[in-house]
């Protein structure tokens, strides 16, 4: 395993990607559908982000702060052992080495810069398992932001130690208990807050998701993911691209982020959903495949719903891939074909947290997991025997090692159980 290129080098942030058009419309989804009173805020949004994105004073800025504060560049790992168990090559960008442990970071500290250049003070954000929730904590501790992070109930119980990061962090935590309870009824909530105190308040989405120029602006400030990743690739494979780049989606940031650095080369893109206990149980978190188009949180996006129209929840072992919707930009690529989508259940993902933890001593989050449940399945099927494959990394296991311990005691084959075979292909 070797580091082959990034620590130490400068941040180059990538170069603007393309506009939006038609108020963020990607084919027939994106747009801005909100109450009147946000509108003038999401222009106001619009307009900073475009200015500072093209401003040298804000790129130097964001650039330092990836640096000196988030600890890029992350580098790209070459992975010998689990290559040589599947027949592809396996390289491996590290989100999981940022400060707060995973690429979430990327996307709340530009998000802080453009707060203080509005004039505002006070940062509203939702979140589900708390981990957007924690890094918007994180840069309004930084920044000296007043923060609220609005969280369903039945979450906040289920991630106490998060509430408990945020609270530590300064952010008062407030729980919603309308609805389920859970992320969608948090970010109804947010969304309530922000026309009421709009004026003194920027609500900072934590993914490709939302109205209006959010899908946009989150998918630029994780761009940095893919632009230092493909100057890396070609560093470590001779000025080729990899044959296939993949990365988990949720609401699809890491996976946007990745992508926007390699849309212009022959390489596959491969977005790995959440199938949770199986697509046909309809307990899993896979919108592209399962989802029917409708509007919710301010944008038109695929979105799990059923026979009546009503959003189901999401279902998905990893905290992060639960999320009813996906960002817009993704349905457009899915339907363009320039990226494809497959998903992997609670089960694959499980096994892959496994497998890479044996073979490289890289304990992956579970959403990331699914990403290598991908490559591990379809190696030497969808995934010819001797390509070359990137897979973005995009956080690190700690978080979900509790709930894992647990998971594998149940199916009687834990992690250090010493896995009789090691090949990670047998059970749970
Ligand atoms: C939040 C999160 C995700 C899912 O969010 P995307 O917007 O799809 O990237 C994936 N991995 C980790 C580690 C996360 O924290």
């Given at each position: 395993?070797?580091?082959?290129?990034?620590?130490?080098?400068?941040?180059?942030?990538?170069?603007?990607?393309?506009?939006?058009?038609?108020?963020g419309r990607f084919g027939g989804f994106g747009g801005r559908f909100?109450?009147?009173?946000?509108?003038?805020?999401?222009?106001?949004?619009?307009?900073?982000?475009?200015?500072?994105?093209?401003?040298?004073?804000?790129?130097?800025?964001?650039?330092?702060?990836?640096?000196?504060?988030?600890?890029?560049?992350?580098?790209?790992?070459?992975?010998?052992?689990?290559?040589?168990?599947?027949?592809?090559?396996?390289?491996?960008?590290?989100?999981?080495l940022t400060h707060t442990g995973s690429h979430k970071i990327n996307?709340?500290?530009?998000?802080?810069?453009l707060t203080r250049r509005m004039g505002k003070n006070r940062v509203?954000?939702?979140?589900?398992?708390?981990?957007?929730?924690?890094?918007?904590?994180?840069?309004?501790?930084?920044?000296?932001?007043?923060?609220?992070?609005?969280?369903?109930?039945?979450?906040?119980?289920?991630?106490?130690?998060?509430?408990?990061?945020?609270?530590?962090?300064?952010?008062?935590?407030?729980?919603?208990?309308?609805?389920?309870?859970?992320?969608?009824?948090?970010?109804?909530?947010?969304?309530?807050?922000?026309?009421?105190?709009?004026?003194?308040?920027?609500?900072?989405?934590?993914?490709?998701?939302?109205?209006?120029?959010?899908?946009?602006?989150?998918?630029?400030?994780?761009?940095?993911?893919?632009?230092?990743?493909?100057?890396?690739?070609?560093?470590?494979?001779?000025?080729?691209?990899?044959?296939?780049?993949?990365?988990?989606?949720?609401?699809?940031?890491?996976?946007?982020?990745?992508?926007?650095?390699?849309?212009?080369?022959?390489?596959?893109?491969?977005?790995?959903?959440?199938?949770?206990?199986?697509?046909?149980?309809?307990?899993?978190?896979?919108?592209?495949?399962?989802?029917?188009?409708?509007?919710?949180?301010?944008?038109?996006?695929?979105?799990?719903?059923?026979?009546?129209?009503?959003?189901?929840?999401?279902?998905?072992?990893?905290?992060?891939?639960?999320?009813?919707?996906?960002?817009?930009?993704?349905?457009?690529?899915?339907?363009?074909?320039?990226?494809?989508?497959?998903?992997?259940?609670?089960?694959?993902?499980?096994?892959?947290?496994?497998?890479?933890?044996?073979?490289?001593?890289?304990?992956?989050?579970?959403?990331?997991?699914?990403?290598?449940?991908?490559?591990?399945?379809?190696?030497?099927?969808?995934?010819?025997?001797?390509?070359?494959?990137?897979?973005?990394?995009?956080?690190?296991?700690?978080?979900?090692?509790?709930?894992?311990?647990?998971?594998?005691?149940?199916?009687?084959?834990?992690?250090?159980?010493?896995?009789?075979?090691?090949?990670?292909?047998?059970?749970?």
């Amino acid at each position: 395993m070797t580091a082959v290129s990034g620590r130490g080098g400068p941040v180059v942030l990538p170069e603007p990607g393309p506009e939006p058009v038609d108020l963020g419309r990607f084919g027939g989804f994106g747009g801005r559908f909100v109450p009147e009173t946000l509108v003038p805020a999401l222009e106001e949004l619009e307009d900073e982000f475009r200015h500072a994105w093209s401003s040298g004073d804000f790129r130097r800025e964001f650039g330092g702060l990836l640096d000196t504060y988030a600890g890029r560049p992350t580098p790209v790992t070459e992975c010998h052992r689990l290559s040589e168990r599947l027949g592809v090559r396996v390289l491996l960008k590290r989100e999981d080495l940022t400060h707060t442990g995973s690429h979430k970071i990327n996307n709340v500290l530009g998000q802080a810069l453009l707060t203080r250049r509005m004039g505002k003070n006070r940062v509203i954000a939702e979140t589900g398992a708390g981990q957007h929730g924690v890094a918007t904590a994180t840069a309004c501790a930084l920044f000296g932001f007043d923060c609220v992070v609005f969280m369903g109930a039945v979450d906040a119980q289920r991630q106490a130690l998060n509430v408990w990061r945020m609270g530590l962090l300064g952010a008062e935590v407030r729980t919603v208990e309308s609805g389920s309870a859970t992320l969608k009824d948090a970010t109804n909530e947010a969304l309530r807050d922000w026309v009421a105190s709009v004026e003194t308040t920027h609500y900072c989405i934590g993914s490709v998701v939302g109205p209006h120029p959010f899908p946009w602006i989150v998918r630029e400030l994780q761009s940095v993911i893919g632009s230092e990743a493909r100057s890396q690739c070609r560093e470590v494979l001779g000025g080729d691209d990899p044959d296939a780049v993949v990365a988990c989606v949720g609401g699809g940031s890491n996976a946007m982020g990745t992508f926007a650095g390699f849309r212009d080369t022959a390489a596959r893109l491969v977005g790995v959903e959440a199938a949770g206990e199986g697509l046909e149980s309809g307990r899993h978190g896979a919108s592209i495949s399962r989802g029917v188009p409708g509007v919710l949180h301010g944008a038109r996006s695929l979105y799990l719903q059923d026979e009546h129209g009503q959003i189901r929840e999401a279902h998905s072992i990893s905290a992060g891939l639960d999320y009813p919707g996906v960002g817009p930009e993704h349905v457009a690529l899915a339907e363009s074909g320039r990226a494809e989508y497959d998903s992997v259940t609670d089960h694959e993902a499980l096994e892959a947290f496994r497998l890479l933890a044996e073979s490289e001593g890289i304990i992956p989050a579970l959403e990331s997991a699914h990403a290598i449940a991908w490559v591990a399945r379809e190696a030497g099927a969808a995934l010819p025997s001797g390509s070359t494959v990137l897979i973005t990394l995009s956080g690190r296991g700690d978080k979900d090692a509790a709930q894992l311990a647990d998971a594998f005691a149940d199916t009687g084959s834990g992690a250090g159980s010493g896995t009789a075979s090691g090949t990670g292909n047998d059970g749970p």
